[in-house]
């Protein structure tokens, strides 16, 4: 059965990534990366103090940062321990594929698509009674882990497992966030 699920996912990873077209190439590669999304995280930590009490601010930036921290660890720690090659490296389809970006450490799960869709949704949850158009966060994780597909660095059960791991983390993020750091007594 694992065998399948990795012919699978090779075969759908190659068939997605040739679709892609050179004329975007270049969008894609800015939608990887991270640094492009430097403006998009500096907006969530001013949301955060506009319109609420510097403390409440501060708490929600601190949850931020703490989940951005707990996600890297986990990616590191689980890319480390499944040591799953990522299409790029990958001897036996990297000929047939279109390759944009080169890293070489593993691939198993998308610390992109994780990071992305934990950080959105805890945003999200944070900020939606604040601001109605909280929802329109959720393009950026979207983008951000489709462009992983196009560029040749992740296959689709990385990116897919990175949405769930993420989800999970930013819910139970949280969940820890109104636990412990909201006020009860305002």
Known sequence: MLEKLLKWDRETFVYLNSLGIEQ???????????????PLYLL?????????????????????????????????LTKNCVARLRPNNDIEINTLIRILKSPTDYS???????????????IFLMLRRKYKWAGLFFIWPILFSTSRIYVGVHFPLDIIVGVLV?????????????????????
């Open 108 to 122: 198993f799960f998308s610390g992109h698509a994780a990071s992305s869709f934990s950080i959105t949704l805890l």
């Open 24 to 38: 975007y190439d270049s969008f894609w590669s800015t939608i990887t990366a991270i640094t492009t999304w430097i």
């Open 166 to 186: 993420g989800t999970f983390s930013g819910l139970l993020f949280y969940l820890l966030y109104q636990k412990f750091l909201v006020d009860k007594f305002v």
């Open 44 to 76: 969530f930590v001013f949301l955060f103090f506009y319109k609420s009490k510097f403390r409440e601010g501060l708490k929600k930036t601190v949850t931020f940062i703490a989940l951005a921290v707990f996600i890297i660890l986990a990616t590191d």
